[in-house]
């Protein structure tokens, strides 16, 4: 058996018609892991006794004769952002290296109840921040597809393991392009939902008015397979909303003819890679020819973009990590004699750079008197965000830009510049900022085969369409090789 | 500031993050370039989008729960990840210092 193609629904199928069972599938995943993750790194922890235990139950069901769960027997894999309970849940830090969570995050518990299989959990950058998988405390996470570059991030490992084939799918998390980000990068698609969308009890919290939870997937129908089974109201987060979960799986199959799609110029201009843009030009092409009408947009407010998101999400992560003081979970330094040196040394020793660096200007952006200056002003430039795109969803069903403006970079090529890796994030970052749903699908490669994602983003609570323009993007592409 | 954040941070660390943020907050100083003074901030981003467009309502509003009693996380759950505990009660240092 050739693990390497299956997919969500090639998986259920299988399983359900008993080409084999899902014991001798998760055996395989395991031994396809780790023979080839130790070159990628994209797992930090693996749960085969909970997944061979998932397994046999499924098999049983199927042997019985008895109903079969939607996803029955299908492997994924979880961002390490995302608790597990009585499994290791580190989000990338060392200040959680021995954290074992008492409860489940709802999509993970979502995902398990329609009967998917958790094999581990993935490497990403320390608490989701970072755009290369490179602030790992547990070590990069390498591009599947060259080895010498980065997978993207803060999602990398969930990227790299489906990119890998050591994944079927992978649950991620998006603040500022941490899903569609790594998948453009990776070759894989990447759904960022509405915010609100899907619970985010038990995502551990980076900046909690831009923090999404969205599937990685190798097809689009995978990708809206999987939010089907994730999304809706959990009681458990205020903020899930109570708004329908449609058949997703059936909205892609309708026509994109007469669909009218945004192109707005300030995501074509200075800094975008000639070759990005030539496959994304393609892209856009394609689905004029499927019947969509392209028109020409403008978001103005564009380049305020990246410096309205690092001031509210290092503002919201500094109170969120100040949660991690060394006294309830957590690591504890061993070498503080009074309470104020254990939360200090604890949080010294337990937080990596990158981490320490945003909570500084986060710590800055709320302090008493810049207050106004930072975090005010960069709510009410967030507002100007939001009417950018009300004004463009006047016009447009949808919207397309190109996901990343390069491919793929080298390992350590923007490690010591943050300015420098903050900008891989500008075309993703405002997605999150304004709550609408995004996603990244393969339109085409460099010279070098580095892949390249093109963005669709929509309307709040319209999954739907984006979905639906990502499948017509991925047949027209399949049609065309 | 590190000590409002409640970090120590090197010699080394102090001298680099000053550089750091100081690039970064003078890339941020361009959001001064635009004019807010009447535009007001957003607090959540459902409810303030598109208010009063045909996708918005209640739907959007952060929903309230009933103010009722459910059952917790029980005491030795939440005392398993604690670095110190006594078995009833996390353990810290001494508070009173000096």
Known sequence: MNIEVLTVESTRTAIREKQFTAGRLVEDFYNKIKAEDPAIHAYLTLCEDRAMQRARRIDDLAGKGDPLPPLAGVPVAIKDVMVTKGLRSTAGSKILENFVPPYDCTAVGRLETAGAIVLGKTNCDEFAMGSSNENSAYGAVRNPRDHSRVPGGSSGGSAAAVAAGTAIAALGSDTGGSIRQPAAFCGVVGLMPTYGRVSRYGLIAFASSLDHIGPLTKTVKDAAIVLRYIAGRDPRDSTSADVPVPDYEQEIEKPVKGLRLGVPKEYFGEGLDAEVRAAVETAIQQLAEDGCEIVPVSLPHTPYAIPTYYVIATAEASSNLARYDGVRYGYRSPRAKTLSEMYRKSRDEGFGAEVKRRIMLGTYALSSGYYDAYYLKAQKVRTLLARDFEQAFSQVDAIVTPTTPTAAFKLGEKADDPLAMYLADIYTVVADLVGIPGISVPCGQTKSGLPIGLQILGKHFDEGTILRLGHAVEHGRALAS | ?98
């Open chain 2, 1 to 98: 500031m590190a000590d409002l954040a409640n970090l120590e941070l090197t010699a080394e660390e102090r001298a680099r993050f000053v550089k750091d943020l100081n690039s970064i907050l003078e890339y941020i100083g361009r959001l001064n370039e635009l004019k807010t003074d009447d535009v007001p901030p957003m607090t959540q981003v459902l409810s303030s989008y598109g208010a009063g467009s045909e996708a918005a309502g209640d739907k959007f509003a952060y929903s309230q729960r009933d103010d009722t009693l459910r059952p917790c996380l029980p005491h030795e759950e939440a005392l398993k990840n604690a670095p110190d505990s006594d078995g009833s009660f996390f353990k810290v240092p001494k508070v009173i210092e000096k």
